[in-house]
């Protein structure tokens, strides 16, 4: 059998629409994750009981769920009760959610990993709970996890790829419709697998100089 790539990348424009809305969906969702697990971290070891019980059930609902059932609640199952989501934002939603939850655990294991002195140290500078927290306690627990979080992170970036069975037009969407429209499925498919271990490469990259210089370490 030929190959014929050529016809694949003739629609580039499907192609290049979808990465770029991969992005999009990515950039949007990893922030939001972020700051949410960091959120239910803190309410995991410092609100009061209730708080604690409804972060302990969302983690462990998402954690123990496949990310596609979790999509399909939030396009499918939501309009039921009267909430109507677009494709894009119900992708957006569930990845946020979804690394939320695992971001949780991670965080959490790098705050109890702080040493108590640091913590006294900072009571004894005056510094509010909030201060300790935010400048002593979350910017080193944040590097101990960096590299854990990082993973999680790309996983939510690949899992995109499930997005395409609600119609979210990012590029595994944007391969099944090639694929169906030139009969060049293996052609396809290897052009999108290349795109992903691209984006995930580069994204790895970025976080790994993004981490030291703007999220845990000293701002020069």
């Given at each position: ?8 990348l003739?629609q580039w ?13 990515t950039g949007?969702?990893v922030?939001?994750?972020?700051l949410l697990?960091?959120a239910?971290?803190w309410?995991r070891l410092?609100?009061?009981?209730a708080a ?18 979790q999509l399909f609640?939030?396009?499918f199952?939501?309009?039921?009760v009267g909430?109507?989501?677009s494709p894009e934002?119900?992708?957006v939603?569930?990845?946020a ?14 705050i109890?990993a ?6 006294e140290a ?5 510094l ?5 927290f935010r400048?002593?306690v979350?910017p080193?627990s944040l590097?101990?996890?960096w590299?854990?979080?990082t993973?999680q ?12 069975q609600?119609?979210?037009?990012e590029?595994s ?9 030139t009969f060049r499925s ?5 052009v ?7 984006l ?10 993004f981490?030291p210089?703007?999220v845990f370490?000293r701002?020069r």
């Amino acid at each position: 059998m030929a190959m014929d790539f050529a016809t694949v990348l003739g629609q580039w424009p499907m192609l290049l629409k979808g990465l770029v809305l991969t992005a999009v969906l990515t950039g949007i969702a990893v922030p939001v994750g972020v700051l949410l697990g960091i959120a239910c971290a803190w309410t995991r070891l410092n609100a009061g009981r209730a708080a604690r019980a409804a972060v302990a059930a969302y983690v462990e609902v998402f954690r123990n769920t496949p990310f596609i059932i979790q999509l399909f609640f939030l396009f499918f199952g939501l309009p039921s009760v009267g909430v109507r989501l677009s494709p894009e934002v119900a992708s957006v939603l569930a990845m946020a959610l979804n690394l939320g939850a695992y971001a949780c655990e991670q965080i959490r294991a790098g705050i109890e990993a702080t040493p108590r002195g640091q913590i006294e140290a900072a009571q004894c500078l005056a510094l509010s709970r909030g201060q300790i927290f935010r400048r002593v306690v979350l910017p080193p627990s944040l590097g101990r996890v960096w590299p854990a979080l990082t993973g999680q992170i790309i996983i939510v970036m690949l899992g995109s790829a499930v997005c395409s069975q609600i119609s979210t037009e990012e590029i595994s969407y944007a391969a099944n419709m090639i694929s169906s429209r030139t009969f060049r499925s293996f052609e396809s498919y290897i052009v999108v697998t290349l795109v992903y271990l691209g984006l995930a490469v580069l994204l790895r990259q970025l976080l790994n100089w993004f981490g030291p210089r703007f999220v845990f370490g000293r701002r020069r």
